[in-house]
T-cell receptor, first 112, second 113 residues
Framework: GQNIDQPTEMTATEGAIVQINCTYQ??????LFWYQQHAGEAPTFLSY????GLEEKGRFSSFLSRSKGYSYLLLKELQMKDSASYLC?????????????FGTGTKLQVIP | KAGVTQTPRYLIKTRGQQVTLSCSPI?????VSWYQQTPGQGLQFLFE???????NKGNFPGRFSGRQFSNSRSEMNVSTLELGDSALYLC????????????FGPGTRLTVT
């Protein structure tokens, strides 16, 4: 089976940096996604890590360590609009195809 | 390019009834995946269709079924509705499958009374 853990809630201050962690246990690992979901809206793609290391995309960066089953999403220069849920999702082999399993999400509240 | 569309957006049904939800993927996308989202369980995978074939299936009872048409549009059916089926049902499309960036529709909010 698969197990994905991420904190339920986090609070951070506008302008600051926040790191959202995700740990996973899975067989046939292929890669790890991060999605952002604002309240009442659909998830939108943020990043996809396949290899170990840090991938930077503007204010957002995502890190992966396959040996540790660990990833984090780093948000810099936080803005109020970053208040949302952040979903960690693992892609793995399933019956010859790729299957994606989502974590329950981390609700981030950005305060002034 | 138009995004993923889902109809209807809101639905209220009674226990024991059945319901059909529809999803139109982004043009050119052949993979459509369905998810159930509830506050306690998060996003749970129902099934994925690719070129009219079910390619992957989650751990949901047989009351949940789906299909995909030749134009890649997909439908999801839930029979004998239960109160616990109340949820947001999201579909997502991608060019080749779940292992790539998925584009989500706005969802159908189903309430079972």
């Amino acid at each position: 089976g698969q197990n994905i853990d991420q904190p339920t809630e986090m609070t951070a201050t506008e302008g600051a940096i926040v790191q959202i962690n995700c740990t996973y246990q899975t067989s046939g690992f292929n890669g790890l996604f991060w999605y952002q979901q604002h309240a009442g809206e659909a998830p939108t793609f943020l990043s996809y890590n396949v290899l170990d290391g840090l991938e930077e995309k503007g204010r957002f960066s995502s890190f992966l360590s396959r040996s540790k089953g660990y990833s984090y999403l780093l948000l810099k220069e936080l803005q109020m609009k970053d208040s949302a849920s952040y979903l960690c999702a693992v892609s793995s082999n399933s019956g010859g195809y790729q299957k994606v399993t989502f974590g329950t999400g981390t609700k981030l509240q950005v305060i002034p | 390019k138009a995004g993923v569309t889902q109809t209807p957006r809101y639905l209220i049904k009674t226990r024991g009834q059945q319901v059909t939800l529809s999803c139109s993927p982004i043009s050119g996308h052949r993979s459509v995946s369905w998810y159930q989202q509830t506050p306690g369980q998060g996003l749970q995978f129902l099934f994925e269709y690719f070129s009219e074939t079910q390619r992957n299936k989650g751990n949901f009872p047989g009351r949940f079924s789906g299909r995909q048409f030749s134009n890649s549009r997909s439908e999801m059916n839930v029979s004998t509705l239960e109160l616990g089926d109340s949820a947001l049902y999201l579909c997502a499309s991608s060019q080749t499958g779940q292992a790539y960036e998925q584009y989500f529709g706005p969802g159908t909010r189903l309430t079972v009374t």
